[in-house]
Structure formats: structure tokens, C-alpha cells
């Protein structure tokens, strides 16, 4: 495949892509839809039920507080983030109504989790929205790696609907990857210890609203006693793999463009995604072929 327009960090060249997948198709999908890691495909669909909420709360929090900076570079990447998470958060809403059709219990988590980032921006202050945010932002971005760099066991043989929809999310999730953490840098970077609080802070509030939806998730499978152990085990596998990730990032000198996961070497999935896309074509459906073609 010819390789040209790479940017030079995964980082570099934020780019609002107006995707809105189809959800006829995706209806039918299977909900457990990674053949290659069953338990990923739990653990990545009971992760997005409040991912779609805290983009909504991210997008709020951004438009609140833009008109307060002064630096016309941060000011389009957060135009850029805002457009991005946006999307996001539209098509993740449509995914997880699919979901509670399978799932008893798991439209209350939702309507818990709109709840949670409702309250938030309304009752919480102006430091602990910016700083809840990019201590949030941490974990997706970090997710997103992670999940690019272990594609072939995680999602190789999948669902070519609900594969493009994720690799969509991770592919953006990285771009605007620092866009929350030069956003609090901007108005708090003289408080270091509150960043890092707040990095854990979210990470504690991921790992618990994983867990609930994934709890919902195995409750309404067929899994026999000795599955549910395993797939229990994969869930804290993951969770501790994004915690260790999370290590670097309470470095006094850190920033996300600098972590050790996501410097110049560029995820080759990634940057042919972006190609792919860049020369027009569809990125909603992406089947064994076309990832055969991107991961070459």
C-alpha cells in the first residue's frame, strides 16, 4: 500500500470526521462481537456505556471555558475535540440502546451515567470540570493505544460493523489525545497534585462503571461458572494494563505526547486508517480484507 501524508506524531493533525455509522446493520450484530477475544468485546462495550456520557459532559465543558484562553493553537485543537467527541458521542448513545435490547438492567446504568455527568456540570466547580476531564481523557487516550497496538488478539476476526465503529474511537481517541491536558495546563498548571489526583480520581470512576455494565453483561450470557472466572480474570487483566500504562503520567515533566506508548513511532493500523480515509473511503464497514490491506 503506498504511504504518503504520515503525520509525524499520532498526535499531529487533528481531523473532525463527520462518521455516523449504520445502526440497521449493526442491530444484527452479535453483541459478543470479537471472535478473536470474546471478553475484550464485553469489556469494550460495558467500558462505552458512560463513555458517551463523559463526551457529552466533555463538550460542555470545553464551550464553557474556551472563550477564556488566549492561545489560537489550543483554542482549533479544542474546536478539533469538540467535533471529534461530538460524533462520539452520538453514535456510542445509538450503540448502547442496542445493547439494553440484550441486556436487562443495563439501560438504568445508562440513565445512572447520564445522570452522574449531568450533576457534574452543574453542581461541581469550574477546577474539578476541567480536571475530571482530563483526567478522564488520560484512560482513552491510553485505551486507545493499547487497544491499536494489541489488535490482532483483540480484535482480528470480528464483526466488520462494530470492528470499524472501534477502530474509528481509538484511531480519534489518540489524535486529540492532549487536548484535555493543555487545556488544564492552561488554566491550572501550577497545580500539578490536583492533576494527578484527578487521574486517579478517574480512573477509580472508569474501573467501578466498567464494572457494574460488565457484571450486567455476564449476568445475561450463557456463560458457564469456569467462563465467568475467565472472563472476570481478562477484565482486571485489562484494567490493570491501563493502570501500569497510567504510571508515566505522574511524572512532574509528562505529557501525553511524550509517553512511552505514544511517542514517533506511529501505530501502523493507525496511520493506514487515516489514509484509508483520507482517500474517501468507507471506513463504517471495515471486513477481513480491508484490515488485511491496512495492517500489511
Known amino acids: 500500500m503506498q504511504k504518503h501524508n504520515i503525520p509525524n506524531h499520532p498526535m499531529d493533525a487533528i481531523e473532525v470526521r463527520p462518521i455516523q455509522f449504520d445502526f440497521d446493520e449493526i442491530r444484527n450484530s452479535d ?30 465543558v470545553m464551550r464553557r471555558y474556551r472563550p477564556e484562553l488566549d492561545n489560537p493553537a489550543l483554542l482549533q485543537d479544542v474546536k478539533a475535540i469538540i467535533g471529534q467527541e461530538s460524533h462520539h458521542a452520538f453514535n456510542f448513545t445509538k450503540w448502547t440502546k442496542q445493547l439494553s435490547s440484550h441486556y436487562s438492567g443495563l439501560a438504568e446504568i445508562d440513565r445512572s451515567a447520564k445522570a452522574y455527568f449531568e450533576q457534574l456540570f452543574q453542581r461541581r466547580d469550574k477546577k474539578f470540570q476541567i480536571g475530571f476531564t482530563a483526567g478522564y481523557e488520560t484512560f482513552t487516550f491510553l485505551g486507545g493505544m493499547i487497544i491499536l497496538n494489541r489488535y490482532e488478539e483483540l480484535m482480528a476476526d470480528a464483526d466488520e460493523n462494530l470492528r470499524a465503529l472501534w477502530v474509528w474511537h481509538q484511531v480519534e481517541e489518540v489524535e486529540h489525545g492532549a487536548v484535555a491536558f493543555d487545556f488544564y495546563q492552561a488554566f491550572y498548571g501550577q497545580h500539578e497534585w490536583y492533576r494527578r489526583y484527578m487521574v486517579g480520581y478517574a480512573f477509580l470512576h472508569i474501573s467501578l462503571e466498567t464494572f457494574k455494565a460488565y457484571s450486567v453483561m455476564l449476568q445475561g450470557s450463557r456463560f458457564t461458572l469456569k467462563r465467568r472466572i475467565l472472563a472476570w480474570k481478562f477484565f482486571f487483566s485489562f484494567a490493570w494494563d491501563l493502570f501500569a500504562a497510567s504510571l508515566p503520567v505522574y511524572r512532574k515533566d509528562y505529557h501525553p505526547r511524550h ?10 493500523i493507525a496511520t493506514a486508517w487515516r489514509q484509508y480515509h483520507a482517500r474517501g473511503q468507507n471506513v463504517k464497514i471495515l471486513d477481513q480484507h480491508t484490515m488485511q490491506n491496512l495492517t500489511q
Open 31 to 60: 453483541p459478543v462481537w470479537s471472535q478473536s477475544c470474546p471478553d475484550f468485546s464485553i469489556f469494550i462495550n460495558a467500558l462505552g456505556i458512560h463513555v458517551p456520557h463523559f463526551e457529552q459532559f466533555l463538550v460542555h
Open 259 to 268: 509517553h512511552p506508548i505514544c511517542n514517533q513511532a506511529q501505530n501502523p
